[in-house]
C-alpha cells in the first residue's frame, strides 16, 4: 500500500525488530531494555537503556541523510554550543530491515511545549549563538560529506505561497476563524514571489520538535540533524519568529548579528509554514499537545514587536 501523507511510512520497526538488531549487531548493549520512544516524518526512534538513542529510517528518502548525519555530526563537536546526540553506533540493514540505523548519546529533556514568554527569552543568547557558529561551519566540507544544496529549495516564495494556502483548507476544520483568518490575510499580502541566493550550512529543520529544553526551559539539546543542507540562513533563523517572543528578536540578531530584510521575510514564511505541517501531522494523529504548540509558533511567528 502506498503512503497516503508525506510523513507516513515505508518500513515498520517493531519493538521486537529494533531490540533484534540493536542487540544482535551491538552484544555489548545486550543488557539494554528497548523501549520506542517516537517518530517522526523520516525516523522511528528507540531508547537503549537510559543511555543511547537509536534511529531507524521510515523511508527511503531519510537513508542518505541519515547516512551524512554519520559522517558530519562528529565534525561539530567543538564547533557549537548546545548538546547534540553524537553517533556512536553504526548499524547496518539486514533482510529484516534493509536500511543502514545510528545509535547515538542520549540527551535528556523535553520538547518546550507551552513555555512562557518568560522562559523562551532565557535561550536568545544561546540559540543566536549556536546558529553563528552553525553558519560558520566550511560548506566545502558539509558538502564534501553529502550535505545537499538547499534541497527544498526554500527561496522560492511563490510555490511555498500556493502549498501553504492548499494546507490552510486542510486545516480549516482544525482552525478558529480568527486563527484561519490570520493566517490567510498573512499569505494573500506575501509580495515577494522569490528571495537572493545565501548559502551557509544549515540544520535544515530547527522547529520545536527538533529542540530540547531542561526543566526551567532553558534549551537543553539540538536534534533530528537529518535535514542539515547548504542553503538561505533564514531557514534556521525562523526559529527567531517561531520559538521567540516578538520582544526578543532585536536581541536575538544583536547576537547573531543583522540581516537583510528579504531574510527576515522568509524566516517568517517558513516559521509559518513548517508549524502548517506539523499541525497537520498532529490533527492526523490526534495528538492535542503538539497542535496546540504548532498553533502557538504561528501566532508568534506573525505577531509584531
Same mark, same amino acid.
Given at each position: 500500500m502506498e503512503p497516503t501523507n508525506l510523513w507516513d511510512a515505508e518500513w515498520d520497526v517493531s519493538e521486537e525488530l529494533?531490540?533484534?538488531?540493536?542487540?544482535?549487531?551491538?552484544?555489548?548493549?545486550?543488557?539494554?531494555r528497548?523501549?520506542?520512544?517516537?517518530?517522526?516524518?523520516?525516523?522511528?526512534?528507540?531508547?537503549?537503556?537510559?543511555?543511547?538513542?537509536?534511529?531507524?529510517?521510515?523511508?527511503?528518502?531519510?537513508?542518505?541523510?541519515?547516512?551524512?548525519?554519520?559522517?558530519?555530526?562528529?565534525m561539530l563537536a567543538d564547533k557549537i554550543n548546545i548538546p547534540y546526540s553524537k553517533p556512536v553506533f553504526y548499524g547496518e540493514g539486514n533482510e529484516e530491515y534493509p536500511s543502514p540505523f545510528l545509535g547515538y548519546t542520549y540527551l535528556p529533556g523535553k520538547f518546550p511545549l507551552g513555555l512562557s514568554d518568560e522562559q523562551r527569552c532565557l535561550s536568545v543568547t544561546v540559540l543566536a549563538q549556536f546558529l553563528k557558529s552553525l553558519h560558520a561551519f566550511p560548506i566545502q566540507?558539509?558538502?564534501?560529506?553529502?550535505?545537499?544544496?538547499?534541497?527544498?529549495n526554500l527561496t522560492d516564495i511563490a510555490s511555498r505561497k500556493a502549498k501553504m494556502?492548499?494546507?490552510?483548507?486542510?486545516?480549516?476544520?482544525?482552525?478558529?476563524?480568527?486563527?484561519?483568518?490570520?493566517?490567510?490575510?498573512?499569505?494573500?499580502?506575501?509580495?515577494?514571489?522569490?528571495?537572493r541566493s545565501q548559502e551557509v550550512f544549515l540544520h535544515g529543520d530547527l522547529h520545536f520538535k527538533n529542540m530540547l529544553v531542561d526543566e526551567f526551559g532553558h534549551i537543553a539539546g539540538i536534534i533530528d540533524w537529518g535535514d542539515m543542507?547548504?542553503?538561505?540562513?533564514?531557514?534556521?533563523?525562523?526559529?527567531?519568529?517561531?520559538?521567540?517572543?516578538?520582544?526578543?528578536?532585536? %536581541?536575538?540578531?544583536? =547576537?547573531?548579528? +543583522?540581516?537583510? *530584510?528579504?531574510?527576515?521575510?522568509? &524566516?517568517?514564511?517558513?516559521?509559518?509554514?513548517?508549524?502548517?505541517?506539523?499541525?497537520?501531522?498532529a490533527?492526523? %494523529?490526534?495528538?492535542? =499537545?503538539?497542535? +496546540?504548540?504548532? *498553533?502557538?509558533?504561528?501566532?508568534? &511567528?506573525?505577531?509584531?514587536?
Open positions: 529494533a531490540s533484534a538488531l540493536i542487540h544482535g549487531q551491538f552484544p555489548q548493549l545486550a543488557s539494554k528497548i523501549k520506542r520512544l517516537d517518530h517522526g516524518w523520516d525516523n522511528t526512534v528507540y531508547l537503549a537503556g537510559n543511555e543511547f538513542v537509536f534511529r531507524f529510517p521510515r523511508r527511503g528518502v531519510a537513508v542518505s541523510l541519515l547516512e551524512m548525519e554519520g559522517r558530519l555530526l562528529p566540507v558539509a558538502e564534501q560529506n553529502g550535505a545537499p544544496r538547499d534541497h527544498r494556502l492548499t494546507f490552510l483548507e486542510d486545516l480549516k476544520p482544525h482552525l478558529q476563524e480568527d486563527e484561519y483568518c490570520l493566517i490567510e490575510d498573512y499569505i494573500h499580502q506575501l509580495t515577494l514571489t522569490e528571495v543542507n547548504i542553503g538561505h540562513p533564514a531557514c534556521d533563523l525562523s526559529v527567531a519568529y517561531s520559538f521567540l517572543p516578538p520582544s526578543a528578536r532585536s %536581541d536575538f540578531f544583536k =547576537e547573531y548579528g +543583522e540581516v537583510d *530584510k528579504e531574510t527576515h521575510i522568509l &524566516a517568517r514564511l517558513i516559521a509559518v509554514y513548517i508549524p502548517m505541517l506539523i499541525l497537520l501531522q490533527v492526523t %494523529d490526534r495528538n492535542t =499537545e503538539m497542535a +496546540e504548540e504548532a *498553533k502557538g509558533n504561528i501566532r508568534r &511567528a506573525l505577531a509584531d514587536e
